[in-house]
């Protein structure tokens, strides 16, 4: 079971990436997916999920309406695309897969439910 983070680099503000997450000996189907990102010295923080139906996605408040998380089956990939790219958004990003999770009634990314993570890519926001 792998997970396998790739599409990071080198982006000026307000560029564009897409992040894929692909999975390698089991389905992505089924589970719940997260991006998760980590910033030199500050603790991993969830920035987008999508449930195991497809039916809920969940973005940080940094992240909305720049960034947006869809599923692939037949790829067997999830994508994360970043719009509009800051660079406060410079980290070290990894997916994981696992169950879904629910704050308050509303769909949430919780490390502690994720049960399987990829190697990071890293993604560099800079002029």
């Known amino acids: 079971v792998q997970l396998q983070a790739s599409g990071g680099g080198l982006v000026q503000p307000g560029g564009s990436l897409r992040l894929s997450c692909a999975g390698s000996?089991?389905?992505?189907?089924?589970?719940?997916i997260g991006w998760f990102r980590q910033a030199p010295g500050k603790e991993r923080e969830g920035v987008s999920c999508?449930?195991?139906?497809?039916?809920?996605?969940y973005y940080a408040d940094s992240v909305k309406g720049r960034f947006t998380i869809s599923r692939d089956n037949a790829e067997n990939t999830v994508y994360l695309q970043m719009n509009g790219l800051q660079r406060e958004d410079t980290a070290v990003y990894y997916c994981a897969a696992g169950g879904d999770a629910y704050l308050s009634g509303s769909y949430y990314c919780d490390l502690g439910d994720m049960g399987w993570w990829g190697k990071g890519t890293q993604v560099t926001v800079s002029s």
């Open positions: 000996g089991f389905t992505l189907d089924g589970y719940a």
């Open positions: 999508i449930s195991s139906s497809d039916g809920d996605a």
